[in-house]
C-alpha cells in the first residue's frame, strides 16, 4: 500500500484535534506535480537538471556551456526556492553538448523553435537576449555578465516556493499545536491527580482513631495498629500503580533495551496493562469501592491513549516529512540541499531536543505515581519486608527492630551497609518514631503484620532463653 494512503488511514484513526494538524501529504504531492510540469516547461527535465546540477556538483561548471546552481533565498524570512544558471553569451559559437537538448539549425527563428522540446538553455544560448525574451523565458530575474564571461540568470521556481510554504505552515503549526497539547496534558494531569489523591487516602485522613505524626504515648512494643477504612481506596491504587509501573508501556528500563518502544510494542502493552487491570477486579466495584477511584481509572486509561496517539500522530508527520522531501528530490532531480548545503528543514525552527509523548511520560511519572508511598522505599536492608518499628542508626542506614536485635545478640558491632561501628550503642532511641507514624498512616495492613510477626518471633525467643521449646504442644493433665 502505498504511503499516502497508509497516512490517510492513519490520521482517520486519531482524535479529530490531532489529525486536523497533520501535514497535508497529498498536497504536497500535487505541488510536486506541478513543479515538474512548471521544469519540463523551461526545458529542465530530470535527466537533464540532473546532468547540469551534477557537473556543476563536480566543478566542471568553468568547462561547461552552463552552470547551473539550486539556492534557498531565505533572506525576506521565507524559503524562495531558485535556479542561478550561468550560460554562455548570446549567440557564442559554442553549441551545447548535452544529448537531451535538441539542436536547432542557424536559419531558423525562435518563433520556428518548438517550445515544448527546446531547452531554455538552448535558448538562452542562441538567441539574442532581450527584455521581452527574458521575460518570456520563465521570467528570470537577472542576466549579468560573470563566471568567465558567462551570463548569469535567476529562474524563480514558483510551484517549488508554494510546496515549501505549505510545508512550512505546517510544520509550524503542528510545533504549535504540540505545545498546546502539553498544556492540556499537564491540566488533565493536575485533575487527574487530584481525583486519585482524594480516593486513596491514608488512615490519618479516615480514621478518627489515628493521627499521623502524633506523639506516642506507649512502649514501642505496644504500638497497635488502625485497620484500613473503608472510605479510601489506597490498596487498590498502589496495586493499579504497581502493575502500571512492571508494565512499562512506553518505556524499556531495562540496561540492555532501554529507550522508548515502538509504537506497535507501546500499544500492546498498554491492552495487557488493562486486561490485567480488570482480571484483578480493580476496573470496578469488587475492588474500586469509591464511584471517584472508577471515574479516576477511567481518567488515567484515556491519559496513556492519549499519549499513545501523540506518539502515533509525531511520528507519523516526521515520516511524511521525510518522504515528502525524498520525493521532491526523486521527482525533480532538485538536490535535497542547496548550494550551500542547506537543507530546507535546517531553515525551520522546530524543537527536535526531545518527543512530546517522552516528556507526557516522564511528568506522569513524577506528578502522579508518587503520591502512593511505595512499599519499597520502606523496607529493611536485611529481611527486606517493611521496616516497621525502624531503628535509624547513627550513620542514618535503617533496619527494623528485630533486625537489629538479631545482630546485637550476634555482637554485630558495623552496620551491614557501611561498616560504620554503631549497631551494639544503638537503643530505643534510635526509634524513627516519624518514620513509625507514616508507615502506620501509609501501610497499616504491612504494619500490623510486620508487626504481629515480630511479637511471635520475640515471644518464641524469651521461651528458648526459659528452656521451653516453643514448638512443643502444651498438655495439661
Known amino acids: 500500500m502505498h504511503f499516502s494512503k497508509t497516512y490517510s488511514q492513519l490520521l482517520q484513526e486519531l482524535p479529530p484535534e490531532l489529525s486536523e494538524n497533520a501535514v497535508n501529504y497529498r498536497q504536497l504531492k500535487k505541488l510536486i506535480n506541478q513543479l515538474v510540469t512548471e521544469l519540463a516547461s523551461l526545458g529542465l527535465g530530470p535527466a537533464v537538471l540532473q546532468d547540469l546540477l551534477g557537473a556543476s556538483g563536480k566543478g566542471k561548471g568553468k568547462e561547461t556551456c552552463t ?53 531554455l538553455l538552448w535558448s538562452l544560448q542562441q538567441h539574442t537576449l532581450s527584455p521581452d525574451s527574458s521575460a518570456a523565458a520563465s521570467n528570470p530575474e537577472s542576466d549579468t555578465m560573470g563566471h568567465h564571461g558567462k551570463v548569469e ?72 495498629v488502625d485497620a484500613a477504612s473503608g472510605k479510601s481506596d489506597l490498596y487498590s491504587w498502589r496495586e493499579i500503580f504497581q502493575l502500571y509501573v512492571e508494565s512499562e508501556i512506553f518505556e524499556n528500563v531495562s540496561e540492555r533495551h532501554r529507550g522508548e518502544r515502538s509504537v506497535e510494542d507501546a500499544e500492546t502493552r498498554l491492552k495487557m496493562f488493562a486486561e490485567r487491570v480488570t482480571t484483578r477486579g480493580l476496573g470496578d466495584g469488587r475492588k474500586l469501592r469509591l464511584a471517584q477511584s472508577r471515574k479516576a481509572l477511567e481518567s488515567f486509561l484515556q491519559l496513556n491513549l492519549f499519549i499513545l496517539n501523540v506518539k502515533k500522530f509525531e511520528l507519523a508527520n516526521a515520516e511524511a516529512t521525510r518522504k515528502i522531501l525524498k520525493k521532491h ?25 526531545a518527543s ?34 525502624p531503628i535509624r542508626l547513627a550513620c542514618g542506614h ?25 549497631v551494639l550503642v544503638a537503643d530505643r532511641s534510635n526509634v524513627d518514631w ?44
Open 356 to 389: 512530546l509523548p517522552r516528556i507526557m511520560v516522564q511528568e506522569l511519572g513524577t506528578t502522579l505515581l508518587p503520591i502512593i508511598p511505595s512499599i519499597d522505599d520502606y523496607t529493611c536492608l536485611i529481611c527486606t519486608s517493611i521496616a516497621f518499628k
Open 67 to 119: 552552470r547551473v546552481e539550486y539556492e534557498f533565498n531565505h533572506a525576506s524570512g521565507h524559503i524562495e526556492p531558485r535556479l542561478r544558471l550561468w550560460v554562455d553569451p548570446p549567440n557564442a559559437p559554442s553549441p551545447p553538448t548535452s544529448s537531451h537538448i535538441v539542436e536547432v539549425e542557424e536559419d531558423e527563428t525562435e518563433s520556428e523553435l518548438p517550445s515544448s522540446q527546446v531547452s
Open 329 to 353: 528530490t526523486k521527482r525533480t532531480a532538485l538536490p535535497s540541499t542547496d548550494a550551500s548545503n542547506t537543507t530546507p528543514l535546517d531553515l525551520i525552527p522546530i524543537d527536535t531536543n
Open 434 to 477: 516519624a518514620l513509625l507514624n507514616f508507615m502506620r498512616d501509609w501501610f497499616p495492613e504491612e504494619s500490623s503484620l510486620k508487626l504481629s510477626q515480630n511479637e511471635k518471633e520475640a515471644t518464641k525467643e524469651q521461651l528458648e532463653e526459659m528452656g521451653i521449646d516453643p514448638d512443643e504442644k502444651c498438655v495439661v493433665m
Open 153 to 224: 540568470v535567476v529562474i524563480p521556481l514558483v510551484s517549488d516556493t508554494a510546496f515549501f510554504e505549505l510545508l512550512l505552515t505546517a510544520l509550524h503549526g503542528l510545533t504549535e499545536h504540540l505545545r498546546q497539547i502539553h498544556a492540556q496534558f499537564v491540566t488533565t494531569l493536575a485533575e487527574i491527580t487530584k481525583m486519585v489523591s482524594d480516593s486513596a487516602r491514608p488512615v490519618s485522613s479516615t480514621s478518627h482513631g489515628f493521627r499521623a505524626f502524633s506523639a506516642l504515648r506507649s512502649d514501642a512494643g505496644g504500638v497497635r
Open 398 to 422: 535503617l533496619f527494623c527492630v528485630r533486625c537489629l536485635v538479631k545482630m546485637q545478640k550476634r555482637g554485630s558491632a558495623h552496620c551491614p551497609m557501611c561498616r560504620s561501628p554503631c
